[in-house]
RNA sequence: GGAGAGAUGACCGAGUGGUUGAAGGUGCUGCUCUCGAAAAGCAGUGUGCCGGCAACGGUACCGAGGGUUCGAAUCCCUCUCUCUCCGCCA
């Protein structure tokens, strides 16, 4: 949620804001709301110190019938106004949490993904002396993926991951997992980057994949129908990533400043619906409706969180880099970087089969559009209390597997295996 | 899944329906004492909302949500979670 007193301060600019991300909002309804909110709290809060001084004053007491009544009559009328208080508070709510976070005024202003702006290229794009195929081509001809099966047993958008494929996604996981723990190549990342953070190793994470209503409701990601499962008869929906079960990991906690920043790197299962993307990325594991990604999730000041997102970019490109893999990275547009974020960016692997590049990595920058509604706070050496800041960025999808295989192809229809990724391969150059 | 017990502040732990936001202890902070530390003593130490420049005032919160009552941490109902025993299971 956004902090409604700077709705209050700044009415325009919100309404101005919002539109830029393509949200329309009434923002002079909501500011009615707020009004009629607060003048119904002070009446409440009025009858309420009525109650109570009649109440205290018995002293164990008996009390007169005229204070019976009197108390009787307060409570009648206090019960009409709880209610609509009640009633006036969901609307409240209800149009707050449509509100999106502000775009810094760095974020370029665009109506579509197409405005994104490309701010960074890395490596060289593959020139084959031969005709290159598609992921989905060679992994099917090596047996790594049985599409049509798996849509025997689940339906389209599932798939059996079979063999080396397998093999080189654990080591994804495990290459992920051991770059992201090592003190030393965060620092590296960090002096590079010329940023101001600590150097505090990411805790691996396991998360429960489901998460109650209202836990994902705060955490403001919940799309519903259009993109998320629910489980029948309980009270659980199963998570899209990762970041949907750990940002809400400290729900209703005050964490001392001492302990930020805290850094995760999960890993879960994913599931989406996908829906609206009926006949698109249909070949391969471009776009399953399950898949497996390991995600970074950070609590941290609010002076640190840029520089922590900047952190998070940056890793990712590290990652990158190190597979050797062609990317480039784009800073979203206001329509693209989504409801919860004041910034966002994308990077994208290079797809000989498309001729272009293809989304791997998002990293989402949030402030505390996410801790407002889930109450993390942070408490300063002083004592004052705060809202933390949060940002989540992918670590890897399974999608760099499709580069991997797409740009490290062989004639004879190979895959030469990244340096980095042969220790946990068991060595093979090649599969 | 069946039977029983329970849920109070950072933690432990009191709490007869009416000065209980909540005793007591621990922890933490400050001060006194000390060359310093320990010990001891004194004082302070929850969060949200509303109003206020602030000091501060009001209000809510004793797992969550309803209800009874002039008045609820205390009584009633529902739910959630935890523990013990049985069953089942990786």
Known sequence: MLDIQYIRDNPELVAEKSKQKGYDVDVTQLLGFDRERRDLQTQVDQLRQERNEIASSMKG????????????EIKDK????????AA??????TLLKTVPNMPLDEV???SSEQENVEIRTWGEKPNFDFEPKNHAQIAEA????DTARATKIAGARFVYTMGDLVRLEFA????????LSDQEILQKIIDDNGLKISAKPFTPILPPAVAKQAVFEATGRLNRQEQTYKIEDEDLWLNASAEH???????????????LPIRYVGYTTAFRREAGTYGKDTEGIFRLHQFNKLEMECFTTPESSYDEHLFLVAIQEYLMQQLGLPYHVLEKCTADIGRPNAKGVDVEVWLPSQNTYRETHTADYIKDYQTRAMKTRLRRRDGTIELAHTNDATAFSQRPLIGIIENFQTADGNVSVPEVLRPYMGGKQEI
């Open 61 to 72: 007491g008996k009390p007169s019938d005229e204070l019976v009544a009197k108390g009787r």
């Open 172 to 179: 994804l996981w495990q290459f992920g997992l051991d770059t």
């Open 78 to 85: 206090l019960a009409d106004l709880e209610h609509q208080l």
């Open 88 to 93: 006036i508070d969901e609307e409240f709510i």
């Open 142 to 145: 090596k047996g790594w993926l």
């Open 108 to 110: 370029p202003v665009g």
């Open 245 to 259: 079960t750990i940002s809400p990991i400290y729900i209703d906690e005050i964490i001392p400043e001492e302990e």
